[in-house]
């Protein structure tokens, strides 16, 4: 958060599972949709924000199988754990305020009584702050209602929530993902640095108090859960602040960027003609994503004959630019796209999807851009990511020019291996 220096534009709020993620998609279509709108319009001045139900160990887990981008902050365990960056500061503020009226003990002996209906979950899953189990839906409002009763005849303050058709999680009545939600934007205030518009996604049980959050705007993804939708219909039914997407998942949150009018909302990847993007040119961080896009789909193999784009692309090329491969090896600029060419289509009809993450720009002398980003390419199963340095130059009334590359492995990256990576 330290980077922004203003109010941030927009601050995205999304749930994961169901909703930035479509766990029916194995192709992530819609997720790499969202990741290219945001490096291309917001990552610079805005802020994205994860708030799961996961623990820590099973977001870890999903962000090594999906295409994820790094929030800036992480809400976990149904809002009871908040942490901030990429190293993932814990905010422990927060966690003492989730003290109150709290006993751990008490919640699963009391819990324990309803072994016939309550299932205890992974113990990952066990936090702190929070208990979960499984319950079949026809159980749920029965036990939820006896168990509720007990506890707060236990001298306990607790909040029960039903997710997924699934799920029972038993947190402290002061956490949830929307007391996290309100949580932040105080804390986000008092730093003056409140969002301008902030929209929150969700698809299940427990992002029902997302939308309940005074001046946030939210989506429910078209294929939110019953239980969601029943919450909406008897609680927020005619707030105009909140939608039900027609599309799925990410899809569902891109669709409401451009409902609420809260920015751009065509993604980079809906665009099919590179060359129509020009004009926009003079924004480094949207070069970067338009020139990853362009080299996926030409080793997909699904554009033809781009000459145009790529003789426009070595005409942006300094002629004494520099590409420095992960390896250390150098080569020009300039040779490394003619290299292109001979690697036309040799991923058709594989999995192969390069996205970019994090991408900031920074102009630290008038006229010159460092850009630095993770680039991330999955061929297969497996899965590399080169933080990658690109410096680039501009004059006045004419495009960037890209005068320097450095690649080097990630320590997010699974392989780190030379064979086989271009750019
Ligand atoms: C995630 C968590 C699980 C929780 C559920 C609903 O799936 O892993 O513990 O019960 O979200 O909040
Ligand atoms: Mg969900």
């Excluded at 518009?197 to 019953?226: H, K, R, W």
């Amino acid at each position: 958060m330290e980077r922004l220096t203003s109010p941030p534009r927009l601050m995205i709020v999304s749930d994961l599972d169901h909703t930035m993620v479509d766990h029916h998609d194995p192709e992530n279509l819609s997720l790499l949709r969202f990741n290219s709108l945001w490096e291309n319009a917001y990552r610079h001045d805005s802020l994205l924000v994860f708030s799961t139900g996961r623990s820590p160990t099973l977001y870890k887990e999903l962000r090594k199988e999906k295409p994820l981008l790094t929030p800036d902050i992480t809400i976990m365990s149904v809002g009871t754990e908040i942490t901030y960056g990429n190293s993932m500061v814990p905010d422990h503020g927060w966690v003492e305020t989730l003290n109150n009226k709290w006993d751990l003990g008490i919640v699963r002996e009391e819990a324990g009584k309803f072994s016939e209906e309550l299932k205890l979950q992974s113990e990952t899953e066990q936090r702190p702050h929070k208990i979960s189990f499984y319950v079949d839906k026809s159980k749920a409002q029965e036990v939820t209602k006896e168990l509720s009763q007990r506890l707060e005849k236990r001298g306990l303050d607790v909040k029960i929530i039903y997710s997924g058709g699934m799920d029972l999680d038993i947190l402290p009545q002061g956490a949830g993902k929307g007391q996290a939600l309100a949580y932040l934007l105080k804390k986000l205030k008092t730093e003056g640095k409140l969002p301008v518009n902030t929209l929150a996604c969700g698809d299940s049980g427990n992002d029902a108090e997302l939308f309940s959050i005074p001046d946030v705007y939210g989506v429910m993804v078209s294929n939110a859960q019953e239980e969601l939708l029943k919450w909406h219909a008897e609680n927020a039914k005619d707030n105009p602040k909140v939608i039900h997407a027609k599309e799925r998942c990410a899809g569902g949150i891109i669709q409401a960027i451009g409902h609420f009018k809260l920015g751009p909302n065509l993604s980079p990847r809906d665009v099919s003609d590179f060359l129509e993007c020009k004009t926009e040119n003079a924004n480094p961080g949207h070069e970067i994503v338009k020139f990853f896009l362009f080299y996926e789909r030409w080793r997909r193999g699904e554009v033809e004959n781009c000459e145009a784009y790529t003789a426009s692309l070595k005409a942006s090329c300094h002629p004494g630019g520099v590409f420095v491969h992960p390896s250390g090896t150098e080569k020009s600029l300039r040779d490394t796209i003619d290299e292109l060419s001979k690697y036309h289509g040799d991923k058709q009809g594989k999995k192969f999807r390069v996205w970019a993450d994090q991408v900031l720009a920074t102009d630290t002398t008038p006229g010159t851009w460092i850009v630095k980003l993770d680039k991330w390419e999955q061929s297969g199963d497996e899965r590399r990511c080169c933080t990658t340095t690109v410096k680039f130059t501009s004059k006045e009334g004419e495009g960037l020019v890209w005068e320097h590359v450095q690649q080097t492995w990630s320590e997010q990256s699974e392989v780190k291996d030379n064979s086989s990576w271009i750019i």
